[in-house]
């Protein structure tokens, strides 16, 4: 494009700054089509070709050296273009960032070169239709998010017409030299229109759970639910250990089949052995989890009890592998501990 150019401290005649809860991903994406120019065209006339831009999950890595580049290019303060990432959610979804493994409560990508195998990206049509500019949120990249607060709609994770993974940064690959830039919501493989996909009404297995899951989605997505719901990194870190016990391939936990007994309904998870955390599940798995994890979290203590009762979990599991629990878990599971001593 006339007047762009990669010669570093120059301002780019496209200075895009991000949308509200904008993924870094996204923001690159809109400027190198803003700019006219294909994505891996764009990046490397930033870069001279010296670094390599998609062979990594961006949103959660966040090189300081890219994420200053796009700071610097577009005027935008250096605190807001932090904010497009991932790491921002450190000390919130999880503990400690690291940069390999999963991370609490971040989907992953499945990365292989530049293509992204895992449905680790979601979205909802009717924010994407809404928006003047289609963008990707942060809050669609969080594992126990799978609805849309705001459209009362489920999330989706993938192509409704093909079923390929969400990868708007791979949307001209393959294309000839004058293809047209057209946005980030074209499928990379069959270039269905992914604001075109059916709207999907909200579905949960009570309606105590469905209310607790559209706070659980505004906590993320606008940073505050009702004062009513309390949560705090120490909630978020127990369900994520209710997740863990709800997959494991012990015999002696059988927590799932337990309480989806108790609902009377259809186990949704696929027979993959507790090594499949969360956050590699797809969106139907996820929701069924979160489901059932949002279930007891309403009313904790009883219903663990009931469960430990019908010795789908045994006390010690509750506690294993868990470092730094809360303190009022610990007298949960210590109390189910007493209980058997007692008898």
């Not at 923001?27 to 006339?45: I, P, S």
Request: glycine share 6%; net charge positive.
């Amino acid at each position: 494009m006339k007047g762009f150019s990669g010669q570093s401290g120059l301002l780019w005649p496209i200075r895009y700054k991000p949308k509200t809860d904008e993924l870094l991903s996204s923001w690159l994406v809109r400027l190198a089509v803003g700019h006219g120019l294909k994505v891996q065209t764009f990046c490397h006339r930033i870069f001279a070709g010296e670094r390599q831009v998609w062979n990594r999950d961006i949103d959660r890595l966040a090189p300081g050296w890219l994420v200053e580049e796009l700071s610097s290019r577009t005027g935008t303060p250096i605190g807001i273009a932090h904010a497009t990432t991932l790491r921002t959610y450190d000390g919130f979804l999880y503990q400690g960032f690291r940069p390999s493994g999963a991370l609490p409560w971040i989907q992953t990508l499945g990365m292989y070169h530049r293509k992204r195998e895992r449905y680790g990206q979601q979205y909802c049509p009717a924010c994407l239709a809404a928006d003047e500019t289609p963008y990707f949120r942060r809050a669609w990249r969080v594992s126990f998010n799978t609805v849309c607060p705001m459209h009362k709609l489920m999330l989706y994770d993938r192509c409704p017409k093909c079923q390929a993974p969400v990868s708007y940064h791979r949307m001209e690959m393959g294309r000839s030299s004058n293809f047209e830039t057209t946005g980030l919501t074209g499928c990379h493989v069959c270039e269905f229109d992914l604001r075109e996909s059916p709207l999907l009404p909200i579905t949960t297995y009570k309606s105590e759970i469905r209310r607790w899951m559209i706070e659980l989605s505004k906590l993320v997505t606008h940073g505050a639910g009702p004062k009513r719901m309390h949560l705090n990194v120490e909630h978020l870190l127990v369900m994520h250990q209710l997740s863990k016990l709800l997959l494991s391939a012990s015999k002696y936990v059988n927590l799932r089949e337990c309480l989806c007994d108790y609902l009377a309904v259809e186990d949704k998870v696929a027979s993959r052995g507790d090594r499949v955390s969360i956050e590699a599940r797809d969106i139907n798995e996820r929701h069924h989890l979160m489901q059932l994890i949002v279930w007891l979290m309403i009313d904790l203590e009883p219903r663990l009890r009931m469960a430990w009762r019908s010795k789908s979990v045994r006390y010690n599991h509750l506690l294993k592998d868990f470092h730094d629990p809360p303190a009022w878990y610990v007298s949960i599971a210590d109390a189910f501990a007493k209980w058997r001593e007692d008898q």
